[in-house]
């Protein structure tokens, strides 16, 4: 196939709560949108998960823009791709800036998978009709808040709940947690909050039976992390760590981590997410799929990639009504009971609901 045209639309949406980490507080989402045309005038989408800050990583709406026009779209544009795979090839002269990259490789996919008529889940080689996943719940001003938001969740059906922790938001409220809820799976994320030095408080954690914890130490890191988990309990999760299939391969050798969050932005798309998929069933390790708040669009790619075999563990991939009054994909993305239904559609299988796109849009370019 070949990329006749792209559409860069920079989105704005409100985001129907604030979402709290230990590196800030997330208001209103803007993002990327990309809209990769064939030469049929068929097309594939694609959303970029980096925020307008620099703070889960280096990367920002700005730098995802600057790196899609004046590199990655000429890398790609009126190129034939036999197939979605070989665009992490004609963009390995550019370093680093995934987020940009998996955003115009999963316009590809999609428009790929359309093109076959086949469901982006089975042209990525995944098999299950319904995935399983649980939610993610941001630091709250108190442990009140957050035991009714919990509540809330498990009625919902969401099959395992993670909190978000940092030094002095952990011990105490894990404690009350555990009080209300002695079995509800639970996992912890710090966002690198945590340094070697605050062990004692780390090994404090494995009294709570969480399920993992998420990314404690530096956010590049896999040498103290492999101290780390030899001295805890609770297995470790790599998020920020992890940015490709050598980065996975050496955090496993090392011992750093017994789960990897595979997050397709943060590994710079969908085909190195598969090839760390597929290391991970070979090594023993469990995975999951991380999200980035995403709307519809990066919502519909995590779906897709969840159906492979080995994301085991529930994901972060909760509803579209959770986040957005209204979506920008349609039907909207469900969940009854903790689970998804794959969209068996051809490409991501939601339709892209332009009306809302036109209204969220703050501005747009095309590329041809
Ligand atoms: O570390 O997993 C994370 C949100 C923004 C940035 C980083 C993370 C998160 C989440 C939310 O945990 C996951 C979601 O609901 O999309
Ligand atoms: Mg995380």
Redesign the pocket.
């Known amino acids: 196939m070949q990329i006749k045209e792209v559409v860069l639309r920079h989105l704005k949406m409100n985001m129907k709560f604030d ?1 709290t ?1 230990s590196f800030g507080t ?1 208001r209103d989402k803007e993002f990327i949108l990309v809209e990769a045309k064939d030469e049929y005038g068929m097309s594939g989408w694609g959303e970029s998960v980096a925020f307008i800050a620099p703070w ?1 990583n280096e990367e920002t709406l700005k730098t995802n823009w600057h790196v899609l026009e004046d590199f990655l779209i000429p890398s790609i544009l009126h190129k034939h791709v036999e197939h979605p795979d070989i665009v992490n090839e004609m963009l390995l002269g550019i370093r680093k800036n995934n987020m940009a990259k998996a955003a115009i490789e999963g316009a590809v996919w999609d428009l790929y998978a359309k093109r076959l008529g086949q469901p982006l889940a089975t042209a990525l080689g995944g098999q299950k009709k319904e995935i399983e996943v649980g939610i ?1 719940i941001g630091i709250q001003k108190n442990t009140t808040d957050l035991i009714s938001l919990i509540e809330k969740a498990i009625n919902e059906g969401y099959k395992r709940i ?1 909190i ?1 922790i940092k030094p002095g938001k952990d011990i105490e409220i894990l404690k009350e947690i555990r009080n209300h809820f002695p079995t509800l799976p639970l996992m912890a ?1 710090a ?1 690198s909050a945590y340094r070697l030095d605050d062990i004692e408080r780390l090994k404090a954690l494995d009294e709570f039976k969480l399920m993992m914890i ?2 404690p130490l530096a956010s590049d890191d896999i040498i103290d992390h492999a101290v780390l988990q030899k001295q805890i309990k609770t297995p470790i999760c790599l ?1 920020e760590s992890i940015l490709s299939y050598e980065d996975a391969r050496k955090a496993i050798e090392l011992g750093s981590c017994k789960i990897i ?1 595979i997050k397709i932005g943060r590994v710079g798309g969908l085909t190195e997410a598969k090839r760390i998929h597929d290391l991970c069933l070979e090594k023993g390790i469990g995975v999951w799929c ?5 709307a519809g669009v990066g919502r519909a790619h995590n779906v897709a990639l969840t159906t492979l075999s080995n994301f085991s563990l529930p994901g ?1 991939t ?1 509803a579209s009504s959770r986040y957005w009054e209204k979506d920008i994909i349609s039907p909207e993305v469900t969940v009854h009971n903790g689970m998804i239904t794959v969209p068996d559609r051809p490409g991501i299988g939601y339709d892209i609901d332009i009306n809302a796109v036109n209204e969220l849009t703050v501005f747009e370019k095309l590329y041809k």
Request: charged content about 35%; overall charge negative.
């Open positions: 979402f980490t997330i889960y993610s993670k978000k994320d966002n998420e990314q998020d969050n991380g999200g980035m708040l995403e972060d909760a």
